[in-house]
């Protein structure tokens, strides 16, 4: 296939066409808007789908494409000095871009119906085009400098769109508190890329790969630390922020004041995906950083927390929110434990099913016109397809065998496990392996809690079930959820439903998701022997024969230490069989303690009481940040600042400098009355004098100036004549 | 000298031979002689022609608008009434010379002449047959189009010179309208000679070898749509109807030629006749295959010279009574829809035009329509 | 013989027709004098072979050209002044009447003599070809010429006249809300 | 063929008629009229030794782009003076003393 901007670039340009079309639309033809929208996100899916196609014929781990060009070029004789911009797909960016079209493209279908008769409709659509165009170009980047912009672009949409119904306060402060949160993590990401251009010189991935395999980083030093670590871990910080990791994950919750088709784009299936992408990329760096004991123990706590607060939250969108994070930090834990293909993959099934939640959460919310799932109840019977779609993702997200979640989550899982029990490496990992599996208990709990008390048992509010109507099946309300839930099979994901190959669905192919995803450590020389290659307009063709489709081989998608074939399948063999105890008996519990009212669910929650207090003020986090750093720490720091510039400075210095200038300023009053204006004055005269005879001259009448035109070219001439 | 009328004759045996044996005889070339005197009978031939055939053209509008308005028109001098051009050209001779008072008399005098002259001047190069040109300049078209403008100075200044407000305003909109239409043929005719290659009448000609299909006008769409442009921009330029708003007889008397009696009344009428002549016969020379017997037949013979000259008459002649026919079909228009058919429609219609014969030079290799269908 | 009843008329005609244009008191009938300038200019084109130029003089300054100054007299009421403002002490008298006719004169007079005594020496150096060309047809080679070595030019003055076009046609347009 | 001369001194006659209208007339188009006169005089020149000195044809191009320049000058000319006339009432050259002093 052609790779060349026709081709690749209207991925990114589409949705971003289209943003700048629906900018002069907004006005001229507002019921255009979401049209436009649509249009473009659905041409990038197309174009996305076909690079995707191209991939999948290649079937290769080495296949990627790198093409660039040049922004700038300040070389100056040896100093090289190019800024190069560039597209940069491998197998990982195009299931990416086809994920983040595909779930877009519903997503946005799914808000002409949930937005509908909003005041600000227009402008909704006008924020997720711009977004969905920033977080195709990110993946698009070969670099990180334009993945940072971005990123910031990102960010900024985000702020726009929790903030989007910015009558209510509490969305006004959390788009604020979520922008500034992520800019803790983002002004880190920024040191860490400079830090890369300082050792390497260059921010693109190939050329920070070859630098890794060549040993850049070795020997230096940065603040006492390595600078591989310290470089890995700013870039880290970025995935911290973004990603919504423990200690700042603080702002993911409350963006639940967004829309929530806007929740579903950003804050479940594509932003916060970035970060985990962006840790991805930058794997070997984390891996050379020595970092992976740091990311497996903020996965796994992050994972364990977040798990717990969801299960006392009563709004449907808070629980999904907290499940966000916990699934995200399940993400970084198999970063941690180099579970680099099990990561990415659950990056993919659960921004499917995540957004799938979000969008059937969104159904119900519409149709129920409330958020708090003790007034639902028993909607089964009235939103069947919302109720098949969201059932389909629970269990997703539950980790029940056949569905997505089980394939991704339980590999991450068996790796812990892995890393903890059998690598040998002593009790390190010990703890994350134990949050993570505690985390494996939680969620199915909380998820079919949240399940059983929306959909299941009797109305609990007669009202509210009165308002809700029966669904139809509709083109833009459901069939967007139905699609989604239909990708929850792990069929899709794995033709092995445990991960080594029983079903063979996909002729050779049922492991693609294996094949294709290889940590960029295990392929490391690839990068040096394919050359790059400019950005053409058009043309672009790239050379495929080099390529060698790779056949099945048994990979464990693990990347990280110790690598021991035997042991690993075991520990995958027992952790699967360990989830799927945990899950049955997780299920049992809720159902016991929801359905069956076996158990009184308050009971427990006094057992816990303590425990349940600190959730309830969500370990304390927001307090620590807004009381006690906030308000005890930068206020009082602020107020000391401000006491220096008034007190000190002002007093001091600026009205010490006003009594020099005040001498200095009758000094050169007399100098300017007695010199200046002397000879301004003589000056004046002089001009009078010689004024009054130019001024025949300077009639105004322009037949004069032809006349001494004339006369100065006569006498020019006579001059030159004689 | 040999692009003159002369050039043509001289290409013969028998009259280069003619020439020589006087020459020799009376000790003096006389092939110079030939050319300046074969000019001026040209010249003078052609003048009488079309001053009679101006004259013809007001018999013939009289006849032709009787006819349509069913009545029977002037049928007293002579059979049909064919003499009467000559009894009315009589009657201006012999009336009084009356000059308004506080009248230009310079401008006055001049203006009648200033058309005459621009009128007159383009038969220098306007192709009745293949010997019967005065001149076959390289230039031609553009000659004409650049001596044909002083027929509006002189519109102009004989609005101006009556001191009349009816003829100082029929003489603005006569020159306004004038100055405007130039730009519409002038866009129309530079198509012909984009896709020609020449500016001389000749070559143009030349290249249409007779049979219609072959005529500019079914060169190409753009051609097809060009030829009605410069038909109607020509129609604006002789201030013809519906386009006679300088001489519009509702509302300005007479327009520029108000005041005017006599011999210089006219020759305004003279001039206005003939110029339907000009436009009609530059219309055919361009897009309607001039001269041209079918298949250049006898191409460059002395014996095809009346075949041609009447093939050339009977096309013109044929505009010439669709002019009549439109001036009394059509109502005059509004000076403001006249600039609006101008400004509007008929420029961008004419530039559209050129550049799409632009394109089909490019495109077809300047195939015309036909060939493109057969070949 | 052809040549020298073209050239003498024709130069006989343009200076003619430019005194005339100097002498005459009525504008309109100035401007018919400059365009009998004109013409006699092109005929003056034409003895020296630029067919096309002469041409294109004709097209340009009657049709276009002389048309315009006519209408712009037309439009501002054709009359000529004499002088309304005249200060005896002004060392430069102002002109519209006779006595200025003889100043204009005079300072033309002037100009002509010193130019004339500094280019006498530029064009007693110059070198007249020995045999002048004969008339050939010009279209073709000016056709190419412009759009191969002059061609900057050429664009440049059709941007010039869009630029006229335009500007003329924004100055000229009386201002809303003005007058009414 | 008469000598360049004879040209030269028509074009500087012309010149010259037209330098004194210039300063002679009061009316502005009157003015531009002059101004034709100067430019067509230069024209003329180049004309003139294009056929007599350089024998090529770019002494017609430089007319040619002189008769452009006239055009484009008389049309903007003319703007101004009718713009004046709406404002000033007149077309009187020493009313154009805006700029005085």
Redo the contacts between chains.
């Keep these: 296939m052609n790779y060349s901007v026709l081709t690749v670039a209207p991925i990114f340009l589409a949705p971003l066409l289209a943003f700048a079309l629906n900018c002069i639309l907004i006005k001229k033809a507002p019921k255009l808007v979401d049209k436009v929208s649509v249009a473009g996100v659905v041409i990038a899916f197309f174009f996305a789908f076909r690079i995707f196609i191209d991939f999948m014929g290649v079937y290769s781990s080495d296949y990627y494409i790198h093409k660039f060009f040049t922004l700038f070029d300040l070389s100056h004789g040896a100093d090289e000095f190019k800024m190069n911009l560039g597209i940069y797909i491998d197998n990982m960016s195009a299931i990416m871009l086809l994920m983040v079209t595909g779930v877009a493209s519903l997503i946005h279908i799914f808000s002409t119906w949930y937005m509908k008769g909003d005041v600000r409709y227009e402008r909704f659509f006008l924020y997720l085009s711009l977004f969905t165009s920033a977080m195709l170009g990110l993946v698009l980047s070969d670099n990180l400098l334009s993945i940072f912009i971005f990123w910031e672009l990102m960010g900024f949409c985000s702020y726009s769109l929790i903030g989007f119904y910015f009558e209510k306060e509490e969305a006004g402060n959390a788009s604020m508190k979520a922008f500034m949160t992520t800019r803790v993590g983002d002004v880190f990401f920024l040191l860490g890329v400079v830090a890369i251009w300082h050792t390497v010189g260059s921010v693109n991935f190939t050329d920070i790969y070859a630098a890794i395999s060549e040993g850049a980083f070795q020997g230096q030093m940065v603040l006492g630390i390595s600078l591989a670590t310290f470089a890995g871990f700013c870039i880290f910080c970025g995935t911290i922020g973004k990603s919504a990791q423990f200690p700042l994950q603080v702002w993911l919750p409350d963006a639940m004041m967004g829309p929530t088709p806007c929740s579903a784009l950003i804050h479940a299936a594509t932003m916060v995906a970035a970060g985990v992408y962006l840790s991805l990329r930058m794997y070997p760096l984390i891996q050379l950083g020595e970092l992976n004991v740091l990311v497996a123990y903020i996965g796994g706590i992050t994972a364990f927390g977040a798990a717990t607060i969801a299960i006392i939250q009563t709004d449907i969108k808070a629980v999904l929110a907290y499940s966000t994070i916990s699934q995200l930090g399940y993400m970084v834990l198999g970063i941690g434990v180099g579970s680099y293909n099990a990561a990415f993959m659950h990056l993919i099934t659960h921004a499917v099913f995540k957004a799938c939640l979000f969008l059937a959460a969104g159904s119900v919310i519409h149709s129920v016109h409330t958020q708090e799932m003790p007034k639902m109840g028993g909607l089964k019977n009235k939103l069947k397809f919302t109720w098949i779609a969201m059932w389909c993702c629970t269990l997703a997200i539950s980790g029940v065998p056949f569905f997505s979640g089980f394939v991704s989550k339980d590999r991450i899982l068996g790796d812990a496990l892995y890393v903890a029990l059998h690598a040998g490496l002593g009790a390190t990992y010990t703890i994350p392996a134990i949050l993570g599996f505690i985390g494996a208990f939680l969620t199915p709990f909380y998820m079919c809690r949240m399940m059983f008390l929306t959909f299941h048992g009797k109305p609990k509010d007669k009202h509210v079930y009165d308002h809700c109507h029966d669904e139809k099946l509709k083109i833009n309300q459901n069939v967007p959820l139905l699609i989604l839930a239909v990708f929850t099979f792990g069929i899709f994901f794995s033709g092995s439903l445990t991960g080594q190959g029983i079903v063979k669905v996909f002729s050779n192919k049922y492991e693609w998701f294996k094949v294709l995803v290889t940590s960029p450590t295990e392929e490391m020389h690839r990068f040096r022997t394919y050359e790059k290659q400019p950005l053409e307009l058009s043309g672009g063709e790239v050379d495929r024969s080099q390529f060698e489709t790779s056949q099945y081989l048994i990979q464990s998608g693990y990347a990280g230490p110790n690598y021991d074939h035997e042991k690993l399948h075991h520990a995958h063999v027992e952790g699967a069989f360990a989830s799927f105890v945990i899950v049955f008996f997780s299920i049992l519990l809720a159902a016991l303690m929801y359905i069956f009212k076996f158990i009184d669910p308050a009971k427990p929650k006094r057992f816990f009481a303590p425990w349940v207090r600190a959730i309830d003020n969500k370990y304390y986090m927001d307090w620590l940040y807004i009381d006690v750093i906030i308000k005890k720490g930068l206020l009082v720091f602020n107020k000391a600042l401000a006491w220096f510039d008034m007190g000190v400075f002002d007093r001091y210095a600026v009205d010490g400098w006003e009594k020099v200038a005040r001498v200095t300023y009758k000094a050169s009053n007399w100098i300017d009355r007695e010199v200046v204006d002397r000879s301004v004055d003589g000056t004046g005269f002089t001009a009078r004098v010689l004024n009054t005879g130019l001024r025949a001259i300077q009639s105004g009448y322009i037949q004069r100036y032809l006349i001494v035109l004339v006369a100065g070219i006569v006498l020019a001439s006579i001059y030159f004549g004689f | 000298m040999e692009n003159t009328i002369g050039g043509f004759f001289l290409k013969f045996d028998f009259i280069k031979n003619a020439i020589a044996s006087g020459s020799s005889a009376i000790g003096f070339d006389l092939t110079m002689l030939f050319y300046i005197m074969m000019f001026l009978v040209g010249a003078v031939a052609i003048t009488a022609l079309l001053a009679t055939v101006g004259g013809l053209g007001t018999y013939a509008e009289r006849k032709i608008s009787a006819d349509i308005q069913a009545r029977i028109g002037p049928n007293r001098v002579g059979p049909f009434g064919i003499l009467q051009f000559l009894a009315d050209g009589i009657k201006m001779m012999t009336k009084e010379d009356i000059m308004p008072s506080g009248a230009?008399k310079?401008?006055f005098y001049?203006a009648p002449f200033l058309c005459i002259f621009g009128v007159f001047s383009t038969f220098a190069v306007i192709p009745f047959s293949e010997g019967l040109q005065l001149t076959n300049?390289?230039?031609g078209i553009?000659?004409l189009?650049?001596?044909a403008?002083?027929v509006?100075?002189g519109i102009?200044?004989g609005g101006?010179a009556s001191n009349s407000k009816w003829s100082?305003l029929g003489g603005?909109r006569g020159?306004?309208q004038?100055?405007s239409y130039?730009i519409p043929v002038t866009i129309s005719i530079m198509s012909i000679v984009l896709l020609s290659g020449t500016?001389s009448f000749t070559e143009v000609i030349n290249m249409q070898s007779g049979f219609p299909h072959n005529w500019f006008i079914f060169h190409n769409p753009f051609t097809f749509i060009g030829f009605f442009v410069l038909f109607i921009a020509g129609l604006a330029e002789t201030n013809r109807a519906p386009f006679d708003l300088p001489e519009a007889e509702s509302e300005l008397v007479s327009g520029y030629h108000t005041e005017y009696t006599g011999i210089r009344f006219g020759l305004f009428a003279l001039a206005e006749y003939i110029e339907i002549f000009v436009v009609s016969g530059v219309s055919v020379s361009l897009f309607l295959g001039g001269y041209n017997l079918p298949g250049h037949f006898l191409h460059g013979t002395l014996g095809a010279q009346p075949l041609q000259f009447a093939i050339f008459m009977g096309k013109t002649f044929f505009l010439y009574y669709v002019v009549i026919w439109i001036r009394w079909t059509f109502p005059r228009l509004r000076a403001d829809h006249l600039m609006t058919i101008c400004w509007k429609y008929l420029t961008p219609i004419a530039i559209f035009n050129l550049i799409g014969c632009a394109f089909w030079m490019v495109l077809f290799n300047g195939k015309s329509f036909y060939d493109l269908l057969m070949h | 013989m052809y040549y020298w009843i073209l050239f003498l008329t024709s130069a006989l005609l343009t200076i003619g027709s430019s005194v005339l244009m100097l002498w005459t008191k009525?504008l309109?009938?100035s401007c018919?004098f400059l365009?009998g300038s004109l013409i006699g200019i092109a005929g003056l084109y034409l003895s020296l072979g630029a067919?096309?130029v002469a041409?294109?003089q004709?097209?340009v300054y009657?049709?276009?050209i002389?048309?315009?100054m006519?209408?712009a007299m037309?439009l501002t009421g054709g009359k000529d002044f004499v002088s309304k403002r005249q200060k005896i002490l002004d060392l430069i008298p102002l002109m519209g009447n006779k006595k200025s006719l003889i100043w204009a004169s005079l300072v033309a007079f002037v100009f002509l003599l010193s130019q004339a005594l500094l280019l006498m020496k530029i064009f007693s150096s110059v070198k007249v070809l020995d045999e002048v060309s004969a008339y050939s047809?010009s279209?073709e080679k000016i056709g190419e010429l412009l759009i191969t070595s002059h061609e900057l030019a050429f664009e440049l003055s059709s941007v010039l006249l869009l630029g006229a076009l335009v500007g003329a046609a924004i100055i000229a347009r009386p201002k809303k809300g003005r007058g009414n | 063929m008469a000598p360049l001369s004879a040209y030269l001194s028509i074009s500087a006659f012309l010149f010259v008629t037209g330098l004194a209208i210039m300063i002679y007339r009061k009316n502005i188009i009157a003015i531009l009229l002059g101004i034709e006169l100067i430019l067509n005089s230069a024209a003329l020149n180049f004309v003139a030794y294009s056929k007599y000195v350089t024998g090529d044809l770019d002494g017609h191009i430089f007319s040619l782009f002189i008769i452009v320049v006239a055009a484009a000058e008389a049309a903007v000319g003319l703007a101004i003076v009718i713009r004046f006339f709406q404002l000033k009432e007149t077309i009187h050259i020493d009313e154009a003393i805006e700029l005085r002093n």
């Design positions: 230009d310079f401008l001049l300049l390289d230039i553009f000659y189009i650049a001596i403008s002083l509006g100075v102009f200044l101006y100082l603005m020159a306004a004038i100055i130039e500016l | 009525n309109i009938h018919i365009l067919d096309f041409v294109t004709i097209m009657v049709g276009g002389v048309i315009l006519l209408f037309m047809p279209v």
